[in-house]
Structure formats: structure tokens, C-alpha cells
């Protein structure tokens, strides 16, 4: 299983999701969620670690961390409840090395 995976801002039948800021709206929401400790004294101002915008080939997405499962199960049934429910595609992350990850990889062999 993937370590996170990434909820697009396209519905099933291919139409682009409205509102236009849905992807920041659902990660303010999530923001309380975090691992213990982290984000310091102004969390409440940044998005969750575990839950958070992005975009992916001009597409608004929000990547979730399967983290999130063990740490909020409510909270992790919200996000994937919001997906479904709104017809969204998600799709499991695979880690891509950078190029320059990849020259590193084949230097060192």
C-alpha cells in the first residue's frame, strides 16, 4: 500500500471540481490534524503535514498521508468521505525519483 495518496480536483467523468479553491478549503479544515509535536508554536497557520494542497499537471489535488489513519481514523474517514462523495478520482502515490536523484542512484553503482 502507498504511503499517501492524492485526491484529484477531477471528478470521475473527467469534469474539473468547483469551487476553484476546494483543495485549500479541505486542507484548512484537516490542519488541526498533525503528528504530535510538530509545527510549532504557529501551527494553526499551516496546512497539516499529513494533508495538504498541491498541483499535479495544472490540476488542483490534496495528498493524504495514510498516517492520518493511525492518528485521526474520524478524520481520515472525512477526507476519503469528501473524495467519494463528491465523485473525485484518487489515486495511490508511487514515489518518482528526480533526475538528480537518478544521477546520484547511477553514479554510486
Known sequence: MASEFFILGVTADGKQFRPSDW???LCGVMS???PEGSGG???HLQFSPLVR???LN???AVV????????EPMAYHF???FARDNNLQVVDACLVPTPEEE???QASA
Open 32 to 34: 488541526c490534524f498533525r
Open 58 to 60: 495544472g490540476t488542483k
Open 23 to 25: 483543495a485549500e478549503r
Open 53 to 55: 494542497p498541491v498541483l
Open 41 to 43: 508554536r504557529h501551527a
Open 64 to 71: 493524504v498521508s495514510n498516517d492520518l489513519r493511525e492518528l
Open 79 to 81: 477526507v476519503v468521505a
Open 103 to 105: 544521477a546520484r542512484a
